[in-house]
């Protein structure tokens, strides 16, 4: 499946429209946003997370999808079910960014 780039204006109706959904919450100039994108875009295709959709949010452009999740620090993941805050965390280890997905199942 694709990441989707998403925006304050679709943000509320991409993770409601979608039962399982996972966030990438990242800005322009972070390294370790940078770094972790291609670690995210695997992750999509993985068949284990099929039917979640992946979404990525410039944090420092859209602050109402920022404030769905508390973003506090970047790289942010949150995972949402049904439209509701599962978890946020903010982290570049991807074995955490596994444990969030595996948590929607």
Do not use: H
């Not at 370790?32 to 284990?48: Q, V």
Request: contains cysteine; aromatic residues 10%.
């Amino acid at each position: 499946m694709a990441v989707n780039a998403v925006t304050d204006n679709d943000f509320s109706q991409n993770i409601t429209s979608n039962s399982k959904t996972i966030v990438k919450y990242y800005a322009d100039w972070c390294g370790s946003c940078k770094l972790f994108a291609p670690k995210f875009k695997r992750l999509s295709n993985d068949e284990r997370f099929e039917g979640v959709n992946f979404i990525e949010v410039n944090a420092e452009q859209n602050p109402e999808a920022r404030k769905q999740a508390g973003v506090d620090n970047l790289p942010f993941f949150a995972t949402f079910k049904d439209g509701v805050l599962v978890k946020g965390e903010s982290t570049s280890k991807e074995e955490n960014v596994v444990a969030m997905l595996e948590g929607l199942n």
